[in-house]
Nanobody
Framework: QVQLVESGGELLQPGGSLRLSCSAS????????MGWYRQAPGKGRELVATVTSGGSTNYADSVKGRFTISRDVAKNTVYLQLNNLKAEDIAVYYC?????????WGKGTLVTVSS
């Protein structure tokens, strides 16, 4: 089993920046993928960004150039830097970890954008 705990969500103004963190614990394999999904009010969960244990990254088109994903393998932690936040970024952001064909999810952290 893997446990994921997110932190960093808060209320920001449009154009603001924020860094989300997700710490993983438990039986973590050396080969895995970690990342972030989000769910906006009234919508389904969607991919934001992922990073493999080899360092390959993947981003949703809507966040390319604004968000950056990174990970500290030694600390089993993944980060998401959110820049130039927009109203459409309002969502609960969920940490994600996949290993051996199994997906694990955190409980989510809320990011709100409002002027």
């Amino acid at each position: 089993q893997v446990q994921l705990v997110e932190s960093g969500g808060e209320l920001l103004q449009p154009g603001g920046s924020l860094r989300l963190s997700c710490s993983a614990s438990g039986s973590i394999f050396s080969i895995n993928t970690m990342g972030w999904y989000r769910q906006a009010p009234g919508k389904g969960r969607e991919l934001v960004a992922t990073v493999t244990s080899g360092g390959s990254t993947n981003y949703a088109d809507s966040v390319k150039g604004r968000f950056t994903i990174s990970r500290d393998v030694a600390k089993n932690t993944v980060y998401l830097q959110l820049n130039n936040l927009k109203a459409e970024d309002i969502a609960v952001y969920y940490c994600y970890e996949r290993q051996s064909y199994t997906n694990y999810w955190g409980k989510g952290t809320l990011v709100t954008v409002s002027s």
